[in-house]
């Protein structure tokens, strides 16, 4: 092979190997789909009985329990831990692999973590990714090739980003199944404020209230309905990879729960007025708000 | 037949046929279920096209626009209209049945009606009805016959409350593949308080503040994922039946209202603050309490 199509050919194969770290939902699901799709994988996790198992599964060729020792011989690394080890992993990234690689990573918060890849030295290229999908359930044991089937799967270029880069992110979101959407890291932490952090905290928020009134009324949970049951289910999420995303879109989350708290501190004032009209005006504005998104969201 | 048997024959068959008020989610749903269970059931509607829906669908034997229509013949009335409805038809039960009848509703709160219900004169017996179940969507046309499967359904017996409505009361619940669950109007409505009412008032704020983001966030609905989904749901509730259920069980709503406030104001606080362990150990008792729910509700 001459040298100009051995590095293409290179080039193509680079695309194709990934090096994930973290096994859980995230990673798991991933490393699940694409290995349906020809890449492969080796997986760098703590838990050694997870990536046997991905082993034996035929999803990842190989598993280490660090970076450090997986050798040097890297192409693209894949970050899918919560958003603070991100970070600490993309600080420890220019003394493992001097050379560089390809870097994309999977959290919840693009701000700071696109400030870190920028950081990077020029031997790497890095682009931030996000999918907008989920479980109230984690580990590899919960993952499933399908989870990021028609789902929205943000990407957020850099000034670390090349172009080839860029668009073997693009073909790895086609891969899984999802839809990719390039945002800026601050665009991107400002809305999920409001999609993903604000309900989950109205979620915790709605179970932690709701435990302090079932002390005194013994059938509360029995006559909880459907509408608990979905309205609660973000609170399972588990707290340690929540505290991390709070702290790194700190601003953006209290200016969301202030923007709520205004709501409800107004339909309050409404409904202790007994303001019939008003009442019913705030209401139904939430449903036009409501079918507005279903609409834009769903095409309803 | 002799008069006892004849009295026993007619106790029998007055337990099975009802006049229906109010064919929308509720009262369709359980038309459809009694229907295949033997009930005969004339049904009460403004909506001419649903009544004659109904009746084509071999789920009513007849329809009328208004309880005047139907005649006095009348053993036993389901109110399955909205809760401030019912209370004026109950207060107009007596004049348009002097000889007295059964009363069951399917209203959402259950103080106002059964105080109402109590104040009925002595030759009707009246039960108070709530199925914990329900759809955003409402209408005869969304209605399920097993809407009520395996759900459960409170029943408030109150003053005005004869053993054998009780009893009729608990049968029809069975009928409907319902779980009966007898509780007080005032453990009732504080309860859903919290298991409905809040979590409707904080949906509704977080889809009223997520369109107010929206305007300067393009992206906004379409980065929204399941999480949003779920926890957006009960907004799209119909406003006017939401209106009567706040109005009547305000003071519990406003409790409900204020422990959630407290809640976020504290989480916000150690936000703010980066409290990490605080933050941590609150996020955990949320998630500590959502698999209470979880256990309690579902045996998880």
């Given at each position: 092979?001459c040298?100009?199509?051995?590095?293409?050919?290179?080039?193509?194969?680079?695309?194709?190997?990934?090096?994930?770290?973290?096994?859980?939902?995230?990673?798991?699901?991933?490393?699940?789909?694409?290995?349906?799709?020809?890449?492969?994988i080796?997986?760098?996790?703590l838990?050694?009985?997870?990536?046997?198992?991905?082993?034996?599964?035929g999803?990842?060729?190989?598993?280490?329990?660090?970076?450090a020792?997986?050798?040097p011989?890297?192409?693209?690394?894949?970050?899918?831990?919560p958003?603070?080890?991100?970070?600490?992993?993309?600080?420890?990234?220019?003394?493992?692999?001097?050379?560089?690689?390809?870097?994309?990573?999977?959290?919840?918060?693009?701000?700071?973590?696109?400030?870190?890849?920028?950081?990077?030295?020029?031997?790497?290229?890095?682009?931030?990714?996000?999918?907008?999908?989920g479980?109230?359930?984690?580990?590899?044991?919960?993952?499933?090739?399908?989870?990021?089937?028609?789902?929205?799967?943000?990407?957020?270029?850099?000034?670390?980003?090349?172009?080839?880069?860029?668009?073997?992110?693009?073909?790895?979101v086609?891969?899984?199944?999802?839809?990719?959407l390039?945002?800026?890291?601050?665009d991107?932490?400002?809305?999920?404020?409001?999609?993903?952090?604000?309900?989950?905290?109205?979620?915790?928020?709605?179970?932690?209230?709701?435990?302090?009134?079932?002390?005194?009324?013994?059938?509360?949970?029995?006559?909880?309905?459907?509408?608990?049951?979905?309205?609660?289910?973000?609170?399972?999420?588990?707290?340690?990879?929540?505290?991390?995303?709070?702290?790194?879109?700190r601003?953006?989350?209290?200016?969301?729960?202030?923007?709520?708290?205004?709501?409800?501190?107004?339909?309050?004032?409404?409904?202790?007025?007994?303001?019939?009209e008003?009442?019913?005006?705030?209401?139904?504005?939430a449903?036009?708000?409501?079918?507005?998104?279903?609409?834009?969201?769903?095409?309803?």
């Amino acid at each position: 092979m001459c040298g100009c199509l051995r590095s293409v050919y290179n080039a193509i194969m680079q695309q194709k190997q990934l090096t994930l770290v973290g096994l859980g939902l995230m990673g798991g699901s991933l490393a699940r789909r694409l290995s349906q799709q020809g890449y492969t994988i080796q997986a760098i996790d703590l838990d050694k009985a997870a990536l046997a198992q991905a082993h034996n599964d035929g999803v990842i060729t190989a598993g280490y329990t660090s970076l450090a020792a997986c050798g040097p011989d890297i192409n693209w690394i894949i970050l899918a831990t919560p958003v603070r080890t991100i970070l600490s992993q993309l600080a420890d990234l220019p003394s493992l692999f001097p050379a560089g690689c390809w870097i994309m990573d999977l959290g919840s918060t693009k701000v700071d973590i696109c400030r870190a890849m920028e950081a990077l030295p020029r031997t790497f290229s890095a682009i931030g990714g996000h999918p907008m999908c989920g479980k109230e359930t984690g580990g590899y044991a919960s993952s499933d090739a399908s989870l990021f089937d028609g789902q929205t799967f943000v990407l957020s270029p850099n000034r670390r980003t090349s172009p080839p880069l860029r668009a073997a992110a693009q073909t790895l979101v086609g891969a899984v199944g999802a839809r990719p959407l390039e945002m800026s890291p601050s665009d991107h932490d400002a809305i999920v404020a409001y999609t993903s952090h604000l309900p989950y905290l109205l979620s915790a928020g709605l179970v932690r209230s709701a435990a302090g009134a079932a002390q005194s009324e013994q059938n509360l949970w029995p006559v909880s309905a459907s509408g608990f049951r979905d309205t609660s289910r973000l609170a399972g999420t588990n707290a340690a990879v929540m505290l991390d995303i709070l702290l790194t879109n700190r601003e953006a989350v209290l200016a969301a729960l202030d923007a709520h708290a205004e709501e409800l501190l107004a339909v309050r004032g409404l409904l202790e007025a007994g303001a019939e009209e008003s009442l019913l005006a705030w209401l139904e504005a939430a449903k036009n708000s409501y079918l507005q998104y279903r609409r834009e969201k769903f095409d309803d």
